[in-house]
């Protein structure tokens, strides 16, 4: 089993910026990917970035160029740094690990921005 805890969400307004960390304990050896969803309300849980080995790296493409995915393996963690934040940014955010034993999800971190 894989834990993941998020921290780091909360209210901007348009323009801002937030960084999201997210910290994994437990059997991490054999996590192939981490990465970061997010859901609005009434929609689907979508994808926003993702880092694989070899720094492997992919975003969605509403975020390219405003949001950066970064892996600290020592720590054992993984960070997402949110610029020019928009309202349809809004969501809930989830931590996402991929082993060969499954996938793994944090708690969720609330961000709103506001207009």
């Known amino acids: 089993q894989v834990q993941l805890v998020e921290s780091g969400g909360g209210v901007v307004q348009a323009g801002g910026s937030l960084r999201l960390s997210c910290i994994a304990s437990?059997?991490?050896?054999?996590?192939?990917?981490m990465g970061w969803y997010r859901q609005a309300p009434g929609k689907q849980r979508d994808l926003v970035a993702v880092?694989?080995?070899?720094?492997?790296?992919n975003y969605v493409d509403s975020v390219k160029g405003r949001f950066t995915i970064t892996r600290d393996s020592a720590k054992n963690m993984v960070y997402l740094q949110m610029n020019s934040l928009k309202p349809e940014d809004t969501a809930v955010y989830y931590c996402?690990?991929?082993?060969?034993?499954?996938?793994?999800w944090g708690q969720g971190t609330q961000v709103t921005v506001s207009s």
């Open positions: 437990g059997r991490r050896f054999g996590i192939n990917a």
């Open positions: 880092i694989r080995g070899g720094d492997r790296i």
């Open positions: 996402n690990a991929e082993s060969l034993e499954g996938a793994y």
